[in-house]
């Protein structure tokens, strides 16, 4: 499972990615999860297989949307308070939930 | 406060989105980064250069000679020097990608278009005469640097804009099968390049001949003979006016923390327009700086380092005081979470997690702190106690106490930052303590829930 985060310059977002990769690790789910800033995201976007933005950025999903839509992949934004406080786990599993829809 | 939620949710979401989503915008924003890491590197030799120590001057040139000033900054010229020519091609390039056309050869042609509307000749005054003279067959640095910067833009965004309308009405010559690939992509750019680039010159020449039969001179525009000459005063100029007042630092702080409270990302939204001016007022301090001239702007790019410590809202007192004072669980586990992002302004843990978005007690504070300091350092800047920016541009994830260091180039920045965080403090404190209340009611209340439910 390839996850994409994707902020304004891709850095609040990797904090997320260590305790998302933390959850995946303990359950032994591989995964491959990676942050970028919102203008690199074409570039990531083949290898993921969906996209997850951070709250801060919810403004751009609309477009986004049309570019997942373009790859055949899940794109959202993120829960805020999921965010905030970093949880992983649910940010993990709202990522499967997508991916599985 | 459904109905405050809802008006941002159908009135300000529109509308930063539709902002944040203008192709120009979006490409400005995104093709103007292509300078920060270099004017950064630039920064650093920069700082060398201006080391705060009496006697250091003499000792640099004990040990490298009188001329180790020049030599150490060779690259101050190649980063920040080149600013609007680096733009100009970063702006072009991601314009062209979100048209789906090639970006490479949009960016090489809107540079080739960024020079001929700059003339090549320079101003000299010869030593021991006052009377400058014209010498020609140079690029004029000058107009490379944050001085052509306006014109690099516009041009890159015209040039763009023809190069891809032609691309996609399909005007373009095309070779017959079993051409490589690579070869026929060539001349697909042909025809729009010669396009362009016809464009700008025949704008030159008329700019030239209305300058000669003194047309421009009797509009008022009597020293414009090129088109650089032209947007700095018709552009430039009035724009930096209306951001370097303290007016306009005000403005655009409000406007960062009110989106922010909305939970989007301010800066970045403000940023295609505001990167542009808030740099060149950046490089014009730097110039001064190296000419060793009084500085000119107080509002720069690195001024707000000084204001938005910790990120937006200078949240950072607030993740401080969770660390240190915090009575409710959440409050400390936030705090633990906050706390080293924080230290390097990143702050969203706080923004989503304490949540200050959509929330009416900690937006006060959020937006109150930052409009506050921005008054207090400019007045203190203008007054004279604290030396201005000197155009060095620390990266923004550079610590606060630090980074007024750099740049200003003296303790007297840290000290600006560290009055700044007291005040602050002051003014979070309030909030902070109701804030925690609201949490240790609500952790007891869920607490009690819970031994009933055990019961």
Known sequence: ?101 | MSKYNSFLENKVMPIASKMAGQRHLLALRDGIILTMPLIIIGSLFLILGFIPIPGYNEFMASIFGDAWMTKLLYPVGATYDIMALIATFGIAYRLAEQYKVDPLSAGAVAVSAFLIATPYFTMFTPEGTEIAVQVGGVIPVTLMGSKGLFVGILIALFSTEIYRKIIQKNIVIKMPEGVPPSVSKSFVALIPAVIVISSVWLIRIGIENLYHLNFLGKLGFTNTTSLHDIITLLLSEPLGILSGSLIGAIIYTLLVHLLWVCGLHGSSILGGVMTPILLTATDQNRLALQAGEELPNIVTSPFFELVFMGGSGVSIVFVVMMVLFAKSEQSKQLGKIAIAPSIFNINEPVVFGAPVVMNPLLMIPFILTPVVLTVTTYIMMKSGFIPLTNGTLPPWTTPPIISGFLATGSWKGSLMQIINLVIAFAIYLPFFKMWDKQNTAMEKGTENINVTKAI
């Open chain 1, 1 to 101: 499972m390839n996850i994409l985060l994707c902020c304004a310059a891709g850095m609040s977002t990797s904090l997320l990615v260590t305790k998302m990769e933390a959850y995946a690790k303990a359950t032994g789910m591989k995964a491959k999860i990676w942050a970028v800033g919102a203008s690199d995201v074409n570039n990531h976007i083949d290898n993921a297989d969906v996209l997850l933005l951070g709250p801060q950025v919810r403004y751009m999903l609309p477009n986004m949307k049309k570019v997942g839509a373009e790859k055949g992949i899940p794109v959202d934004s993120i829960n805020p308070v999921h965010y905030g406080m970093c949880n992983g786990q649910e940010v993990v599993k709202f990522a499967q939930n997508l991916i599985g829809s």
